[in-house]
């Protein structure tokens, strides 16, 4: 005798069904991804960007995005620590140790526990396309290993911010004691440099390239991290620091939000900072005051359909079906980006309020060309290059397997 399913089983049955099978296709797709990281964009261990010899050709011919390279080896690290909290993939193992290394050839160069921007072997045969490119930040030597290098200077808040999102989250995915100890010298280490130099960015000259003063989101952030992997160094500093500081988070936050326009890269940083901050606090007292700030953020940000947006608030708050259905459409459409930095000209297709800026959020395949989607303006309606500089579509892998670790996938 046949069983018959009853009505609301079987469509219960009939999405899940739908729904697995996006998520095997999207998996090929990350993990092409990051193959393609691993075979073109860290020729030196950090995230740089190929330049082909024109837009249908695959020879490489120069390398490009040195300026950015810490901040997006951080992302990288985090997808992959991610992907391995997921899948417990060997690669996905592998790759983490090689984001690791990175970060730590971008400190050991400097000498001084300074975080480089960029670094490049002297011998390597596209090394003058990075130091040229990037020569405006200040190129010094260095050695890693008993090998010479080049590396960027003027390092920015950004490259910091990277760089301890991805060795917070790592540090919570891997549970390796070797993958922890690595991440808890490293913190260490970079943190020093910063409290050592009363949060000043300080380059081998005595110059100063930036700043952290006014930012206690940042402050408390990357301490948060530091007392997370070391405990004994940094529990009672961070402590102390939260005591004066928790109450002036939302402050610079707060500001940033008045123009949701301009700069649109503050809230990447801001989002990033602020994932690590409040998903360690352990105090309800000081998360609420977190929350709060992060509140501020969220409601600048919610209608600009945005990804890994999307995916730190799930890691911040509930499930909400209406934003995670919108992450997975949104996921779908970045497979349908061009991976080059193709002109892009939207002005004929969405309606503009102003000369190149659109009135509500531009769908995400149709987006301009750039290096991490999510931390561009998503009503800018022109824009891009000649087709020819490849990202490395870690817009796609980090909150694709954040999506897969908190079950929106």
Request: neutral net charge; glycine residues 6%; hydrophobic residues 40%.
């Amino acid at each position: 005798m046949k069983h018959i399913l009853k009505p609301a089983f079987a469509a219960i049955l009939i999405i899940i069904n739908i729904a697995a099978i996006p998520v095997r296709g999207a998996e090929s797709d990350a993990i092409a991804i990051s193959n393609t990281i691993l075979q073109r964009h860290m020729p030196n261990g950090t995230i740089i960007d190929p330049i082909f010899a024109s837009r249908t050709s695959n020879e490489i011919v120069s390398y490009t995005r040195g300026g950015d390279s810490a901040t997006w080896t951080g992302h990288y690290l985090a997808a992959e620590a991610f992907r391995y909290k997921v899948t417990a993939s060997a690669d996905a193992l592998a790759n983490v140790w090689a984001a690791l290394r990175g970060i730590r050839s971008l400190r050991i160069v400097t000498g001084t526990d300074l975080l480089a921007r960029c670094l490049v072997p002297t011998n390597w045969a596209f090394a003058s396309s990075i130091t040229h490119e990037e020569a405006g930040h200040g190129i010094y030597n260095g050695m890693v290993d008993g090998q010479s290098y080049r590396w960027v200077g003027h390092t920015s808040r950004d490259q910091y911010t990277g760089v301890f999102f991805g060795l917070g989250v790592a540090y919570d995915m891997v549970e390796d004691t070797a993958v922890r100890a690595f991440i808890q010298t490293e913190v260490t280490a970079l943190l020093a440099f910063l409290l050592d130099n009363n949060w000043a960015v300080v380059m081998p000259d005595h110059s100063v390239s930036t700043v952290f003063w006014g930012r206690p989101d940042q402050q408390l952030s990357f301490l948060q991290v530091g007392r997370r992997v070391n405990p004994e160094r940094f529990e009672s500093l961070y402590v102390s620091y939260r005591a004066q500081y928790a109450t002036t988070v939302i402050t610079p936050i707060a500001f940033e939000c008045l123009d949701d326009y301009g700069s649109y890269f503050k809230f990447n940083l801001d989002e990033a900072n602020l994932y690590n901050l409040i998903r360690l606090e352990d105090t309800p007292k000081n998360r609420k005051r977190y929350m709060k700030a992060y509140k501020v953020l969220r409601r600048t940000l919610d209608s600009h359909r945005n990804a890994y947006f999307n995916m730190i608030d799930r890691g911040l708050k509930e499930p909400d079906s209406e934003r995670d259905a919108e992450t997975r459409s949104l996921l779908e459409d970045w497979l349908k980006r061009p991976r080059r930095d193709v002109w892009v000209d939207n002005r004929l297709k969405y309606f503009p309020c102003g000369s190149s800026r659109a009135c509500t959020a531009i769908a995400v395949a149709d987006r301009v060309t750039t290096d991490f989607i999510w931390q561009r303006n998503p009503f800018d309606l022109v824009g891009g290059g000649a087709g020819t500089i490849e990202s490395a579509g870690i817009d796609y892998i980090l909150p694709y397997w954040m999506a897969r670790y908190y079950s929106v996938l």
